[in-house]
């Protein structure tokens, strides 16, 4: 059974600093991973979506990396502002023989000091 | 507007009233499912359907069921919802893959007393 799992549970960082989240997986056969935000008490907001032919996707301040053999994905956020303070979550979307189904990490809590 | 949305947004019940969670996606998207979010727990996948008439279960499928009779709704039906089905329900679409981006509704707070 995949598992998902996220480090740090939860990160405070100063505004304006470089951070990494990292999401670990167990099972490599996957077709993709996504990383999504989430505010609380809101949904799910689609951050970056790597396919598993991908190593890495950029949008604007954020970098997620994809190491499908190590079963490794890292999101990096650059210059972090108060704004970035959410709840970061990782996904896999497995393709194991006729299961197509999407397996959470629990989420990295981040905290932005201004 | 391309959109997930979800009915009602807060539902307080009693045990054992049926009740139903309806989804629709404006985005003909094949792909939908559900999931419930506890603290501690994460995002749990219960059900999914990749496309009219075609469900699965996902991880926690036990006390709910699907149906999937057109390609926009996925309603999500608890026939005797208990006290541990009180949960934050969420519902997902994407397109089929390989690129399957999900598109998530803005959730439904359940209370089961």
């Given at each position: 059974?995949?598992?998902v799992t996220q480090?740090p549970?939860?990160l ?8 990494v989240?990292n999401?670990?997986f167990t099972?490599s056969?996957?077709?993709n ?9 809101k ?5 970056l ?5 991908q190593r890495?996707q950029?949008?604007g301040?954020l ?7 190590s ?9 972090s ?13 497995e ?16 905290t932005?000091n201004? | 507007?391309?959109?997930v ?7 307080i019940t009693?045990?054992?009233?049926k ?11 094949e792909?939908?499912s559900w999931?419930?979010?506890d603290?501690?727990?994460?995002l749990?996948?219960i ?13 926690v ?9 057109e390609?926009r709704?996925f ?7 208990s006290?541990n089905?009180t949960?934050?329900?969420f ?15 803005p959730?439904?707070r359940?209370?089961?007393?």
């Amino acid at each position: 059974k995949q598992e998902v799992t996220q480090i740090p549970a939860a990160l405070s960082v100063p505004e304006g600093e470089n951070l990494v989240l990292n999401c670990s997986f167990t099972d490599s056969a996957i077709y993709n991973l996504q990383w999504f935000r989430q505010d609380p008490g809101k949904g799910l907001t689609s951050l970056l979506l790597i396919q598993s032919s991908q190593r890495e996707q950029t949008s604007g301040r954020l970098n997620a990396s994809l190491d499908k053999s190590s079963g490794r994905s890292t999101l990096y956020i650059a210059a972090s502002q108060p704004g970035d303070s959410a709840t970061y979550l990782c996904a896999v979307f497995e393709s194991g023989g006729s299961n197509y189904k999407l397996t959470f990490g629990k989420g990295t809590l981040l905290t932005v000091n201004p | 507007e391309a959109q997930v949305t979800q009915n009602p947004r807060y539902l307080i019940t009693v045990t054992g009233k049926k009740l139903t969670v309806t989804c629709s996606q404006n985005m003909n998207h094949e792909y939908m499912s559900w999931y419930r979010q506890d603290p501690g727990l994460g995002l749990r996948q219960i059900y999914y359907s990749m496309n009219v008439e075609v469900t699965d279960k996902g991880d926690v499928p036990e006390g709910y069921k699907v149906s999937r009779k057109e390609k926009r709704n996925f309603p999500l039906i608890l026939e005797s919802p208990s006290p541990n089905q009180t949960s934050l329900y969420f519902c997902a679409s994407s397109a089929v893959l390989p690129y399957n981006e999900q598109f998530f509704g803005p959730g439904t707070r359940l209370t089961v007393l």
